[in-house]
C-alpha cells in the first residue's frame, strides 16, 4: 500500500486540520509513514502568520522539490494558509507541488491522491472521527475570521467566520468521548463569535451548555477569545458550568491606544483591564493567557513601555510574544512602513520574555504545597503528564495512574514554565462532576 505523511507547523487550528486529513488518507487505506522522506504521498500543511513558520515551510518544499527532481516520486500537496486564492506565483516557485489546497479543502488533496494512487476516495470525507483519539482533542468550532486586525493574515487566506452547526458538534464530540476522549478544546480564530452566522442564532455559552451533557466528557476549554466579543454570557458560563476549565487566553496585542488603534483591535488598553477585572471577578481562580506582538510599526520606547506596563498589572500566567513581521497582503503591509528595527524588536522580546519569566515563576511558586486535580495526557522520559484545570503542566513522579485518569495531585516543586507534584488520589468520574 502507498504510504503517506503528514507535515505541520502554525496553530492548534493547522493541527486539527491535519487530523482530518491524516483519518481521510487512512481511510483511503494508505499506510500512515513516520519519515518524511520514506513518504509516497506528503502534505505540507503550512502557517504564514509568522516569517518563522513560512521559512520552515519554503525551506522544506525546497528540500523536497531537490529530491524529486532527482526522481524521489514522491507526490507533493500543500494545505493550509500559505495557499491564497491566486497560487500563480506559488506554482511559479515550487513548479514540483501536486496539488495546492486552501485551509480546510480536503477535497482536491484526497480525490487527487485517489486518481494517483488508484483507490477508491468513497467515504473519505465523511463523519471523521478517529478511532483512536487523543485523550484531549482539539474540536474546530468556527473557521475563519471576520475581524480584519490590520498586521494579520489569516482573514485573508482562512475567510469569513463560519460556525459548525450545535448538533453536528454534539455529535463529533459524543463520538469522540465514545472513543476515550475525556477533554475537549473548542477552537476558532475568534471562538467567542461562534453562532453569529447561524439560525436561529446561538453563542459559545449555548454551545458549552448543550455539549457540557455529553456523558464521559470531563472538560470543556476553548480557544482564542477576543476581548471585545467574550460577552458576559460567556464569562457567566465558564463560572457556572463545571465541566468548563477556568483558563481564558485573551490576547492584548499590545499596551498603547495608538497602537491599538493602528492594529484596528478595537478596544482601548483601559477596556482590556475592564474585561480582565470582570473575568478575575466573576471566575474564581482563572487562570489568563496572552498574545502580544513588540515592534508594530512605529511602535515607540514609549508605547513599548505601556505593553511592558500591562504585563506587570495583569500578571497573565502565559504570554505568547511575538516580534512584528509583515505579511505581504495586509493593511498594515501596504500602509504602515515597518519601521522598528530588527535588532530592536529583538530587544523588546527579550525584555517581555525575561519579564515574563519572573512574574511565572513567583506564580507558579506560590502554587507549591496546594492541591490541583490534573487530567493525565501523556508521558514524558518516563514521568506522567497532565493539566491542571487552568491549564499549567505537571509532571507527576512515579507511577499508579493510567492515561485519561483524573488525579488529585500535590504540588512539590515549580519552575516559571512547569509544575511538579505526587499523587494524593483518584477521582471517579462520580466525583468529578460533582465538584
Ligand atoms: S482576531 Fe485579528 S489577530 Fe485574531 S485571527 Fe482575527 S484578524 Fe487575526
Same mark, same amino acid.
Given at each position: 500500500?502507498?504510504?503517506?505523511?503528514?507535515?505541520?507547523?502554525?496553530?492548534?487550528?493547522? *493541527? $486539527?486540520?491535519?487530523?482530518?486529513?491524516?483519518?481521510?488518507?487512512?481511510?483511503?487505506?494508505?499506510? /500512515?509513514?513516520?519519515?518524511?522522506?520514506?513518504?509516497?504521498?506528503?502534505?505540507?500543511?503550512?502557517? &504564514?502568520?509568522?516569517?518563522?513558520?513560512?521559512?520552515?515551510?519554503?525551506?522544506?518544499?525546497?528540500?523536497?522539490?531537490?529530491?524529486?527532481?532527482?526522481?524521489?516520486?514522491?507526490?507533493?500537496?500543500?494545505?493550509?494558509?500559505? &495557499?491564497?486564492?491566486?497560487?500563480?506565483?506559488?506554482?511559479?516557485?515550487?513548479?514540483?507541488?501536486?496539488?495546492?489546497?486552501?485551509?480546510?479543502?480536503?477535497?482536491?488533496?484526497?480525490?487527487?491522491?485517489?486518481?494517483?494512487?488508484?483507490?477508491?476516495?468513497?467515504?473519505?470525507?465523511?463523519?471523521?472521527?478517529?478511532?483512536?483519539?487523543?485523550?484531549?482533542?482539539?474540536?474546530?468550532?468556527?473557521?475563519?475570521?471576520?475581524?480584519?486586525?490590520?498586521?494579520?493574515?489569516?482573514?485573508?487566506?482562512?475567510?469569513?467566520?463560519?460556525?459548525?452547526?450545535?448538533?453536528?458538534? *454534539?455529535?463529533?464530540?459524543?463520538?469522540?468521548?465514545?472513543?476515550?476522549?475525556?477533554?475537549?478544546?473548542?477552537?476558532?480564530?475568534?471562538?467567542?463569535?461562534?453562532?453569529?452566522?447561524?439560525?436561529?442564532? &446561538?453563542?459559545?455559552?449555548?454551545?458549552? +451548555?448543550?455539549?457540557?451533557?455529553?456523558?464521559?466528557?470531563?472538560?470543556?476549554?476553548?480557544?482564542?477569545?477576543?476581548?471585545?466579543?467574550?460577552?458576559?454570557? @460567556?464569562?457567566?458560563?465558564? $463560572?457556572?458550568?463545571?465541566?468548563?476549565?477556568?483558563? *481564558?487566553?485573551?490576547?492584548?496585542?499590545?499596551?498603547?491606544?495608538?497602537?491599538?488603534?493602528?492594529?484596528?483591535?478595537?478596544?482601548?488598553?483601559?477596556?482590556?483591564?475592564?474585561?480582565?477585572?470582570? @473575568?478575575?471577578?466573576? @471566575?474564581?481562580?482563572?487562570?489568563?493567557?496572552?498574545?502580544?506582538?513588540?515592534?508594530?510599526?512605529?511602535?515607540? +520606547?514609549?508605547?513599548?513601555? /505601556?505593553?511592558?506596563?500591562?504585563?506587570?498589572?495583569?500578571?497573565?500566567?502565559?504570554?505568547?510574544?511575538? $516580534?512584528?513581521?509583515?505579511?505581504?497582503?495586509?493593511?498594515?503591509?501596504?500602509?504602515?512602513?515597518?519601521?522598528?528595527?530588527?535588532?530592536?524588536?529583538?530587544?523588546?522580546?527579550?525584555?517581555?520574555?525575561?519579564?515574563?519569566?519572573?512574574?511565572?515563576? +513567583?506564580?507558579? $511558586?506560590?502554587?507549591?504545597?496546594?492541591?490541583?486535580?490534573?487530567?493525565?495526557?501523556?508521558?514524558? /522520559?518516563?514521568?506522567?503528564?497532565?493539566?491542571?484545570?487552568?491549564?499549567?503542566?505537571?509532571?507527576?513522579?512515579?507511577?499508579?495512574?493510567?492515561?485519561?485518569?483524573?488525579?488529585?495531585?500535590?504540588?512539590?516543586?515549580?519552575?516559571?514554565?512547569?509544575?511538579?507534584?505526587?499523587?494524593?488520589?483518584?477521582?471517579?468520574?462520580?466525583?468529578?462532576?460533582?465538584?
Amino acid at each position: 500500500m502507498p504510504s503517506y505523511h503528514v507535515w505541520t507547523v502554525g496553530c492548534q487550528m493547522n *493541527v $486539527a486540520d491535519s487530523q482530518t486529513l491524516d483519518l481521510s488518507l487512512e481511510r483511503m487505506g494508505l499506510d /500512515r509513514e513516520e519519515k518524511i522522506e520514506n513518504a509516497d504521498v506528503v502534505i505540507v500543511n503550512t502557517c &504564514v502568520v509568522r516569517q518563522s513558520a513560512e521559512d520552515t515551510a519554503n525551506g522544506l518544499l525546497g528540500r523536497l522539490g531537490k529530491r524529486k527532481l532527482n526522481d524521489s516520486g514522491q507526490f507533493i500537496a500543500v494545505m493550509g494558509c500559505m &495557499v491564497g486564492p491566486d497560487q500563480t506565483d506559488l506554482k511559479r516557485r515550487f513548479p514540483y507541488v501536486d496539488v495546492w489546497a486552501r485551509p480546510q479543502e480536503f477535497q482536491p488533496i484526497v480525490e487527487t491522491v485517489g486518481a494517483r494512487t488508484g483507490l477508491s476516495t468513497e467515504g473519505c470525507l465523511a463523519n471523521l472521527t478517529p478511532q483512536q483519539p487523543d485523550i484531549a482533542t482539539f474540536v474546530p468550532i468556527v473557521h475563519g475570521c471576520d475581524k480584519f486586525c490590520t498586521f494579520c493574515i489569516i482573514p485573508y487566506r482562512r475567510g469569513r467566520e463560519m460556525s459548525r452547526p450545535v448538533p453536528e458538534l *454534539v455529535d463529533e464530540i459524543t463520538r469522540l468521548t465514545d472513543r476515550g476522549v475525556k477533554e475537549v478544546t473548542l477552537l476558532g480564530q475568534n471562538v467567542d463569535s461562534y453562532g453569529h452566522d447561524l439560525r436561529p442564532r &446561538v453563542d459559545l455559552a449555548d454551545l458549552m +451548555e448543550r455539549i457540557h451533557d455529553v456523558s464521559g466528557l470531563e472538560r470543556i476549554r476553548f480557544l482564542t477569545s477576543h476581548p471585545n466579543d467574550m460577552s458576559r454570557r @460567556i464569562i457567566r458560563a465558564i $463560572a457556572d458550568l463545571p465541566k468548563v476549565c477556568e483558563n *481564558v487566553n485573551l490576547p492584548f496585542q499590545a499596551g498603547d491606544d495608538r497602537v491599538l488603534a493602528d492594529m484596528r483591535r478595537g478596544y482601548t488598553r483601559s477596556q482590556f483591564i475592564d474585561r480582565v477585572d470582570e @473575568i478575575r471577578d466573576t @471566575i474564581p481562580g482563572v487562570t489568563l493567557t496572552t498574545d502580544l506582538i513588540v515592534g508594530f510599526p512605529g511602535e515607540t +520606547e514609549a508605547e513599548f513601555e /505601556r505593553s511592558f506596563q500591562v504585563l506587570e498589572q495583569v500578571r497573565f500566567d502565559k504570554v505568547h510574544s511575538a $516580534a512584528y513581521s509583515e505579511r505581504k497582503g495586509t493593511y498594515a503591509s501596504r500602509k504602515m512602513p515597518d519601521t522598528v528595527s530588527r535588532d530592536e524588536k529583538k530587544r523588546r522580546l527579550h525584555a517581555v520574555d525575561d519579564v515574563q519569566a519572573q512574574v511565572q515563576s +513567583e506564580i507558579n $511558586a506560590d502554587l507549591v504545597g496546594q492541591e490541583f486535580d490534573i487530567l493525565i495526557d501523556g508521558e514524558t /522520559r518516563g514521568r506522567l503528564r497532565g493539566r491542571t484545570r487552568g491549564d499549567k503542566l505537571v509532571y507527576v513522579a512515579g507511577g499508579g495512574p493510567a492515561l485519561g485518569d483524573t488525579v488529585r495531585i500535590g504540588i512539590t516543586g515549580a519552575s516559571p514554565w512547569s509544575l511538579e507534584g505526587d499523587l494524593r488520589a483518584t477521582q471517579t468520574q462520580k466525583e468529578l462532576v460533582s465538584t
